[in-house]
């Protein structure tokens, strides 16, 4: 009696769970769907839960009819070289904070720590006046430099570099290898799941980021598909079918890598959050 | 090592420093001028009446001293506290919830789980865009199915409490996954040995599962706090601070003194007294959350 009475309260659990599911899921489907239909259908009423035949005008007119194709590019580049320059960096400074002895080495991990709770958008006034300064404004340079100043893969990298047992290096030292070779060929491989894990978090910030290329960038040519896809929306009108489109393209990379990645991201979360 | 060879061990020693500085040399570079630096600096320029361009001179405390008396500051104070108010406690209390409902699943939880995080790794262009267009008022499905046209965004009661839900649907997830890892470390030893003394249900939850996950849950409210009160992406995208200045925070009014205004100085200022209510009110937090648990 008591057994199936606990069922079906689990079972109502789940259909409740399901339910709250597809209603959060809702707005990335009611936004995909949108984006299938024709500009005169997105605002037919009733409007229509599954747009069949879907109609691909909006993406053809979006990447036809805005500097898009050249956003998506500039998006590209700018988030693969901050997250390929900012993990060799972290693993090299990572690797000599865990293992090496040199002088300002406590003093560096302190300021990591500290940068790491310095709101980054407070130091946006002076960060944009130096960059002016130093010409980097509208520039790669400008989008990708201080995303790479950021200490959170050095923290988590250097926690994972320090569990590494210390006859592993002593060994390779003794057979002539250099540090340079320890930190590649065996720290590498040894943690190459969180890597993988702060690799695919970075990305996914530096692709979403909205605040730092609204500062840098104010030349059409040289937004990213965040910042641009808002002019997208202010030279279109209330054209919804393709304000969805760019918003279907611009999760793709992202969206992509959660669902490819889905275990190395929580991986990542729990080690950003400080949990491993 | 015994001191036989003092110039080996300052050799090797000299050497690995040498090695360590190659090794930080090109992060630290990065850090000091895009960091480091900038950080220095809003400290200097709050002190200065310059432009966006930096050019200005030293003007001492006059920028906080007009700081103490702007209105519009305080408002954008007051908006900012209002929006932490609006999410940090649900965002935690629903992230929570989610993952309690995840973990009663078996072959459904991978998928469920990865719908209530997906919106997380969405740019917030696309969150906005959406969240407008869903919200429309002549043509957005809510009123659609409300039967209503209200304009979410442009009603000053509304508007904050519809940047907030926005900003819980597009963000729950991060904290239901912290959730989630921090449910699955309470050993199931103490759940069996509640039951085995007899506590149902409720109770199990009340004195095993509440006590144990509270590390998670501070940890959770801690990185809320810190996150909300930088608030200005959403805010910037779906009201630009409107209508009537109802959802102006404090990193837009920092962004439109620096870079509409012209008053590079004064929105250092800002920035500062943004730096100082995050510590302070972490501070605070931090010491009330150690206090309470257990």
Request: glycine residues 4%.
């Amino acid at each position: 009696m008591k057994t199936e009475k606990v069922s079906i309260l689990g079972l109502v659990c789940t259909a409740l769970t399901v339910v709250l599911a597809v209603v959060w899921l809702f707005p990335v489907y009611w936004m995909a769907t949108t984006s299938l239909k024709s500009e005169n259908d997105t605002i037919a009423n009733p409007p229509a839960l599954f747009p069949w035949p879907p109609n691909f005008d909006a993406f053809v007119y979006v990447i036809q009819n805005s500097p898009f194709f050249r956003w998506y590019l500039n998006t590209v580049i700018t988030s693969v070289s901050v997250t390929f320059l900012c993990i060799l960096f972290s693993l090299m400074c990572a690797y000599a904070l865990s293992r090496l002895e040199f002088a300002g080495r406590r003093l560096l991990y302190a300021a990591l720590l500290v940068g790491f709770m310095l709101p980054f958008a407070t130091m946006a006034v002076p960060l944009f006046m130096f960059m002016t300064r130093l010409n980097f404004v509208n520039t790669f340079a400008g989008l990708i430099a201080p995303q790479v100043a950021t200490p959170l893969a050095v923290i988590v990298f250097k926690q994972f570099f320090d569990e590494v047992p210390r006859d592993f290096r002593d060994a390779a030292l003794i057979d002539g290898a250099s540090d340079f070779k320890i930190l590649f060929n065996i720290y590498l491989p040894l943690n190459w799941s969180i890597i993988c894990a702060m690799s695919i978090i970075i990305f996914i910030g530096a692709w979403n980021n909205f605040f730092w290329p609204l500062i840098v960038t104010n030349s059409t040519p040289m937004l990213t598909v965040p910042v641009g896809m808002t002019q997208v929306q202010s030279a279109y009108g209330v054209f919804f079918a393709k304000i969805c489109a760019t918003g279907v393209l611009a999760s793709i990379p992202t969206a992509a890598a959660y669902l490819l990645f889905q275990k190395r991201v929580t991986q990542g979360v729990m080690a950003a959050a400080g949990l491993k | 090592m015994p001191p036989a060879e003092p110039n080996g061990l300052e050799r090797k020693r000299r050497k690995s420093s040498r090695t360590a500085w190659v090794l930080i040399a090109p992060f630290v570079l990065f850090y000091v001028l895009f960091l480091i630096y900038p950080a220095l600096q809003v400290a200097y320029l709050s002190l200065t009446n310059s432009d966006i361009a930096g050019e200005g001179r030293l003007i001492g405390l006059a920028n906080y001293q007009e700081l103490v008396s702007d209105r519009d500051f305080w408002a954008a104070v007051w908006h900012t506290v209002y929006f932490v108010l609006l999410t940090v406690v649900p965002n935690t209390a629903i992230g929570f919830f989610l993952a309690l409902l995840v973990l009663r699943l078996k072959r459904l939880r991978l998928p469920i789980l990865s719908a209530f995080f997906l919106p997380f790794v969405l740019p917030v262009s696309v969150v906005t865009n959406t969240a407008l267009w869903i919200l429309d008022a002549n043509f957005g499905i809510v009123n659609n199915l409300l039967g209503t046209t209200t304009a979410w965004f442009g009603d000053s009661a509304l508007a904050m409490p519809c940047v907030a839900i926005v900003t819980v649907w597009w963000t729950v997830g991060f904290n239901m996954l912290l959730f989630v890892a921090g449910l699955q470390n309470i050993p199931n030893e103490y759940y069996e040995a509640a039951a085995l003394d007899g506590a149902n249900g409720f109770q199990r939850f009340r004195f095993v599962t509440c006590p144990l996950i509270w590390p998670v849950t501070s940890l959770v409210l801690v990185l809320q706090l810190i996150l909300q009160f930088k608030i200005f992406d959403q805010v910037y995208l779906l009201t630009n601070g409107g209508p009537s200045n109802s959802t102006t925070v404090v990193l837009l009014y920092m962004y439109r003194e620096a870079f509409k205004q012209n008053r590079g100085g004064y929105a250092s200022a800002v920035a500062i007294a943004l730096v100082v209510i995050i510590v302070a009110v972490s501070l605070i937090q931090s010491r009330v959350l150690r206090v309470k648990p257990t």
